[in-house]
């Protein structure tokens, strides 16, 4: 079956450093994978979005990768402040396009 | 634009009582979706919907009903309301083209005792 994993152990780190987070998909080969934020207590926010065409794309200090043979993205937070501590979720879209398979999250701690 | 909104915020059922939960969204979305939440957990899909009149089950359907009578509105309907329904609701809407990225809910807080 279709799995996103990420790693469930929480991310810790100082501010100012990268945060680089993990997500790899087994058994299919999605065109896009997403990226999401959720603080505690409320509903995922759409971050970032890469396709498989796409190697790399940024927005601001958020960077994602896409590597189609590691069956990998990565997501990285430069410049890390204590306000991007969350929950960042990854998700790719099943092979009939009709459903995201969301990944279980990674939480991020940005410590001062 | 509210954006996608639910309700209640929190619940409190006791086993074998029922309820609907409560979605809308206006932003005009064809694509709606109920997920849940289980703590430190991912989000697993329970049923969606492509558009009014047609919605179809996800991971996770058992114990729960939908309809969708219009665009704008997504009801989740437990019945029967067991432990395991526990979790924390979301409801999201997408378009229906492109890489569907999803725009959530605030979410329902549901305590099945």
Known sequence: SQKIEQNSEAL??????????????TNYSPAYL??????????????????????EKRKERLKVTFDTTLKQSLFHITASQPADSATYLCAAMNNAGNMLTFGGGTRLMVKP | NAGVTQTPKFRILKIGQSMTLQCAQDMNHNYMYWYRQDPGMGLKLIYYSVGAGITDKGEVPNGYNVSRSTTEDFPLRLELAAPSQTSVYFCASSYSTGAKTQYFGPGTRLLVL
Not at chain 1, 12 to 25: D, F, H, M, V, W
Not at chain 1, 34 to 54: A, C, H, K, M
């Open chain 1, 34 to 55: 997403q990226w999401y934020r959720q603080d505690p207590g409320r509903g995922p926010v759409f971050l970032l979005l890469i396709r498989e065409n796409e190697k």
């Open chain 1, 12 to 25: 810790n780190i100082q501010e100012g450093k990268t945060a680089t987070l993990t997500c790899n998909y």
